[in-house]
């Protein structure tokens, strides 16, 4: 089905980068979370478990709200198809009218797995826009939009590279297990028809496994 989505006639976001973080620039870890992995934008994939090849466990996410078993959403203006992985939230959305509908990300916000919210970075956002404003993103008519989101705390200096570089949302050495149960979700803010609609996503992990 993801790939499926992805390979029709659609808007898409830039295209998410899978390469590793250059030598010498990896920060200490976070006191507060011990992560010391640093990935370069999400690359996403279609495989049944999402995660890294050489990942020593495996997460399995449920949405929780609103509630679906095929993490999808719909109303009369948007569908919506999402996809937890470890490194970010990867989404797609369509627009179900003929008019162009916009993303407002600045007044959207990311819930992370520790209960803390702020700003939501997307696949354009880089260490210099965590303090300035980011353009919206406007799906045309009937089309489709792919992209991904994290917190734009997890931003990590790229020392001068134009990079994005981030911390994952969820580890996947020895420490994973702890996060079975964590909720974590995103408050995108749509702008239809001038009017602001705020759609709430929120998702949990189910279980971790050892690979």
Known sequence: MF??????????GPAPETAAPPRGQVPRPDPETGFTRIVSGAGD??????GSPDALYAYYFRQVEPP??????????L??????????????????????????????SFHDP????????????????????????????FQRYSDYVFPMDYL?????????LHRPLFPEDTSAP???????GVD????IDEDLRPYTFRFRVRSVLAR
Do not use: K
């Open 114 to 141: 520790f209960g803390r919210s702020g700003a939501v970075a997307h696949a354009s956002t880089r260490w210099n826009n965590r303090y300035g404003s980011q353009a919206s993103t406007q799906i045309p008519g």
């Open 3 to 12: 790939l499926a989505l992805v390979s029709s006639g659609c808007s898409s």
């Open 188 to 191: 995108l803010m749509f702008r």
């Open 178 to 184: 702890q996060y079975t149960d964590r909720l974590f």
């Open 45 to 50: 994939t279609v495989s049944v478990i999402p």
């Open 68 to 77: 679906s078993d095929r993490f999808t959403y719909r109303d009369r203006e």
């Open 156 to 164: 990590v200096d790229p020392a001068g590279s134009t990079e994005q």
């Open 79 to 108: 569908t919506f198809f999402f996809r937890p992985t470890p490194s970010a939230l990867h989404f797609h959305v369509e627009n179900l009218t003929e008019r162009p509908i916009w993303i407002e990300w600045d007044r959207g």
